[in-house]
């Protein structure tokens, strides 16, 4: 079945950029209705939707993160990735990748990214 | 941005018990409407999409009703394994917005 993994750094400095990548397994990237997406969720706090990207390499970002952050997707690797740039330590957080078809899943087991000196 | 609240934040119920979930939404959405659950230091899952539609795999316990502004998840006959925490979202329009978080707990 379709499954989704998250990989980078696990440790950015603050005003460094976040780079996540996204590897889709048990399914294609292209030629389907989905989307990608990145969501995030502070320590003990709400989820948060980022933005989303469509195989053809359209994209969405959330307003509150657009002039910070860059999906972009390799459909020949089944891989799509999240650049969050000028990183602050409000930006820690467990980032998640997901398909959107109707709602999110599944979903990647997420991945800690610390912002810190 | 459309704003989505969940009550009651916190619920406290028992095995065996229904309970119910409110999500509302700060204008209509119509049914673009999806629920998760989330236990502790995992990824969420993907419950209920459209408002009302049981994704595939989730037991029958589980339902979603409502349109426009209002919406509730119903689990009936809690089992030991739905204490955790459920989310709505809306994808209506952009930017997709979760609700707060309803903490479910063992009574």
């Known amino acids: 079945q379709l499954q989704l993994r998250e990989s980078g750094p696990g440790l950015v400095k603050p005003s460094e950029t976040l780079s996540l990548t996204c590897t889709v397994s048990g399914g294609s990237i292209s030629g389907s209705s989905s989307y990608w997406g990145w969501i995030r969720q502070p320590p003990g706090r709400a989820l948060e939707w980022i933005g989303h990207i469509f195989y053809s390499g359209n994209t969405y970002y959330n307003p509150s993160l657009r002039s910070r952050v860059a999906i972009s997707v390799d459909t020949s690797n089944r891989q799509f990735s999240l650049q969050l740039s000028s990183v602050t330590a409000t930006d820690t957080a467990v980032y998640y990748c997901a398909r959107e078809n109707n709602g999110l899943g599944p979903w990647g087991r997420g991945a800690l990214v610390t912002v810190s000196s | 941005d459309i704003q989505m609240t969940q009550s009651p934040s916190t619920l406290s119920a028992s095995v065996g018990d229904r309970v119910t979930i409110t999500c509302r939404a700060s204008?209509?959405?119509?049914?673009?409407l999806a629920w998760y659950q989330q236990k502790s230091a995992k990824a969420p899952n993907l419950l209920i999409y459209?408002?009302?539609n049981l994704e595939t795999g989730v037991p029958s316990r589980f339902s979603g009703s409502g349109s426009g502004t209002e919406f509730t998840l119903t689990i009936n006959s809690l089992q030991p394994d739905d204490f955790a925490t459920y989310y709505c979202q809306q994808y209506y329009g952009y930017p997709y917005t979760f609700g707060q978080g309803t903490k479910l707990e063992i009574k």
């Open positions: 459209k408002a009302s």
């Open positions: 204008q209509n959405i119509n049914s673009w």
